[in-house]
């Protein structure tokens, strides 16, 4: 094993703090092998395949964050699927928390189709760029803390590129909101004292001290398969709530279902 390598655990500090652009950075994060467990998981379940994807030929890498540079709307989920982002290359592309969400984009204008199937089938997002704390598809979609930190320095740096417009970040889930906080605050961002907690519709209000600019921080149910079949998440849940971060945002897309 290289020490200085794509396979070592400060792989990702080293790696993420001198990208000056996002291709850049999603360059370099492609590469990384620093969490032996996820990087097994990730590449044994390209192999053995779910049956109805058998034809695929697995991306087995981390998934990099989608959507545009300037973007003032950040969500933040929680990992690639095993046969989703990881099958696909693209986060929340190819599995049942991705047609809930990208149909939701669209819907709310954010999104230029409802659906989102492969990488280059056609999908483009209006004013939001979807990212995520850990990049390598985890077992039982549970990261580890020490996965979760090691992988903390591509979400620092990205959001770091992303800040120059960046006004609203929305957590999909607990596991997103808490590991933006240390993220944030490590940022210059200030942050209420409790921390706050994570809740769907939580709103949270932060500002830069050093140049006195504000960013929202908005809490949101994840699109899981789990929280769509109880209802924890309706689909009006997830509406109001990306048409809130918009506004705020002053995200102006093409319009619900393609319309100006």
Same mark, same amino acid.
């Given at each position: 094993?290289?020490?200085?390598?794509?396979?070592?655990? /400060?792989?990702?500090?080293?790696?993420?703090?001198?990208?000056?652009?996002?291709?850049?950075?999603?360059?370099?994060?492609?590469?990384?092998r620093a969490c032996p467990r996820l990087v097994a998981w990730r590449?044994?379940v390209a192999v053995v395949k779910r049956s109805s994807f058998r034809?695929?030929?697995?991306?087995?890498? @981390? &998934?990099?964050? *989608?959507?545009?540079?300037?973007?003032?709307?950040?969500?933040?989920?929680?990992?690639?699927?095993?046969?989703?982002?990881?099958?696909? /290359?693209?986060? *929340?592309?190819?599995? @049942?928390?991705?047609?809930?969400?990208?149909?939701?984009?669209?819907?709310?204008?954010?999104?230029?189709?409802?659906?989102?199937?492969?990488?280059?089938?056609?999908?483009?997002?209006?004013?939001?760029?979807?990212?995520?704390? &850990?990049?390598?598809?985890? @077992?039982?979609?549970?990261?580890?803390?020490?996965?979760?930190?090691?992988?903390?320095?591509?979400?620092?740096?990205?959001?770091?590129?992303?800040?120059? /417009?960046?006004? &609203?970040?929305?957590?999909?889930?607990? *596991?997103?909101?808490?590991?933006?906080? @240390?993220?944030?605050?490590?940022?210059?961002?200030?942050?209420?004292?409790?921390?706050?907690?994570?809740?769907?519709?939580?709103?949270?209000?932060?500002?830069?001290?050093?140049?006195?600019?504000?960013?929202?921080?908005?809490?949101?149910?994840?699109?899981?398969?789990?929280?769509?079949?109880?209802?924890?998440?309706?689909?009006?849940?997830l509406h109001t709530v990306l048409r809130h971060a918009a506004q705020?945002?002053?995200?102006?897309?093409?319009?619900?279902?393609?319309?100006?």
């Amino acid at each position: 094993m290289r020490r200085d390598g794509p396979d070592d655990a /400060g792989y990702p500090a080293r790696s993420a703090p001198g990208c000056g652009a996002l291709g850049e950075l999603e360059t370099k994060l492609v590469d990384c092998r620093a969490c032996p467990r996820l990087v097994a998981w990730r590449e044994q379940v390209a192999v053995v395949k779910r049956s109805s994807f058998r034809d695929w030929e697995y991306w087995a890498r @981390p &998934v990099p964050g *989608f959507g545009p540079a300037d973007a003032p709307l950040a969500l933040i989920g929680l990992a690639p699927a095993a046969h989703g982002g990881n099958r696909t /290359g693209r986060i *929340f592309t190819g599995d @049942p928390s991705g047609e809930v969400l990208y149909a939701a984009l669209y819907e709310v204008g954010l999104a230029s189709q409802p659906t989102a199937t492969h990488r280059g089938d056609g999908l483009a997002l209006h004013g939001v760029r979807i990212t995520v704390p &850990v990049h390598c598809a985890p @077992p039982d979609n549970r990261p580890s803390v020490g996965e979760r930190d090691t992988c903390r320095p591509w979400l620092a740096r990205e959001l770091e590129l992303l800040r120059p /417009g960046l006004r &609203v970040v929305v957590a999909l889930g607990g *596991f997103a909101w808490q590991a933006l906080l @240390p993220v944030l605050a490590d940022a210059g961002w200030s942050l209420p004292r409790p921390r706050p907690k994570f809740g769907h519709g939580a709103q949270v209000l932060l500002t830069d001290a050093r140049s006195g600019r504000d960013l929202y921080l908005l809490g949101c149910y994840h699109p899981s398969q789990r929280n769509v079949s109880t209802h924890t998440l309706t689909v009006p849940m997830l509406h109001t709530v990306l048409r809130h971060a918009a506004q705020l945002a002053g995200v102006t897309g093409p319009g619900p279902r393609g319309t100006p």
